[in-house]
């Protein structure tokens, strides 16, 4: 019989726009009989915290970003606007205006929310482990976090990823 094959993920990264790779990837790879665990370390414990209302999507320092308008004629929503780092930088409300265009454009495409696939992850199977040296260095306590969690360092990790099939760094 074939051993169950292993995707190990590492999520450093808490904005809105990097919390889908992680749980899409788990998700499906949980879907397609994976073991799937997932190494939340510095940013990326944000994901595990119970509120996810605030997450952003920063489009400084994101150059290949679209800025697309979800609402419009066609033509308008088509238009690549290229917003100037100096702008995305200056102009106050810059990156809560781009995150609520994203959050609308995510509902009209029916995109999954961030909650709804992170649960949909842990109802999988998929094991979440939120790195224990980050919730001390950035002063968290457990309670911060959702239930159903696991803590542990890079070591813990490790034991895992040093088996797994697929080791994914996002």
């Not at 940013?43 to 605030?54: A, E, H, N, P, T």
């Not at 102009?91 to 995150?99: C, H, K, Q, R, T």
């Not at 001390?136 to 911060?144: A, K, P, R, T, V």
Request: proline share 6%.
């Amino acid at each position: 019989m074939d051993e169950q094959k292993k995707l190990a993920l590492i999520a450093t990264k808490g904005t809105l726009d990097w919390a889908y790779p992680p749980f899409i990837l788990a998700s499906t790879g949980a879907a397609l009989g994976y073991e799937v665990k997932i190494f939340f370390t510095f940013y990326g414990l944000q994901l595990l915290r119970k509120d996810l209302s605030d997450l952003k999507v920063s489009p400084l320092g994101n150059p290949a970003m679209p800025m697309k308008m979800p609402f419009g004629p066609k033509w308008f929503r088509s238009i690549n606007w290229k917003i100037p780092n100096a702008v995305q930088a200056l102009v106050p409300g810059f990156e809560s205006l781009a995150s609520a265009l994203m959050k609308q454009t995510i509902r009209q495409k029916g995109v999954a929310p961030i909650p709804e696939l992170r649960e949909l992850c842990l109802e999988a199977g998929v094991t979440f482990i939120g790195c224990e040296m980050t919730v001390d260095l950035f002063g968290f306590s457990h309670e911060d976090f959702i239930d159903g969690i696991e803590y542990g360092g890079a070591a813990t990790f490790f034991e895992f990823a040093g088996e797994s099939d697929v080791c994914l760094f996002i």
